[in-house]
């Protein structure tokens, strides 16, 4: 298998330790917790990429209720292993899950990857006012005091 990305949907395979490690390092979650790794993994679906040692080189997270919905998220590669395709298998292998064709909704945010999930369906909103969202740009870094983020709440 020397050379080979063995990918894994077994949650028992997963080093906490190291999807912290990679998602630290991605522009949308530095300075993320481990416990909040820790619990997003545990409610989630995810996928491992393994390397012929076992190291985990590639992670991906499909938050879901397996019925109607799902939020693709935190598709990462170790930078030393990207431009094989991990990416795209990690995301195969998700999306492949027998529940997945009778979700009526998945959705993903990217700044910079498009071409990695339009071969997958994934377009630009249709209907773009139709979607809100809370942002919380700074959740795992400096934060603002309580009063800056909501001050009617301190009435």
Request: proline letters at 6%.
């Amino acid at each position: 298998m020397s050379g080979q990305i063995d990918y894994s949907l077994d949650p028992a395979r997963l080093d906490i330790h190291a999807v912290h490690a990679l998602l630290s390092s991605a522009y949308w979650s530095q300075g993320i917790p481990f416990g909040t790794v820790a619990k997003a993994v545990a409610q989630s679906c995810c996928a491992g990429a393994y390397d012929a040692q076992g190291r985990l080189v590639g992670f991906a997270r499909l938050v879901t209720d397996k019925a109607t919905f799902a939020y693709l998220c935190d598709v990462i590669v170790d930078p030393a292993m990207r431009g094989r395709g991990t990416g795209k298998a990690l995301v195969a292998l998700l999306l492949g899950q027998d529940f997945v064709p009778g979700l009526r909704r998945i959705m993903l945010a990217t700044s910079d990857a498009h071409e990695l999930y339009e071969p997958f369906g994934f377009t630009s909103l249709a209907t773009p006012a139709s979607f809100m969202e809370v942002v919380r740009p700074m959740i795992y870094g400096a934060r603002p005091p309580h009063d800056a983020i909501s001050p009617e709440l301190n009435e």
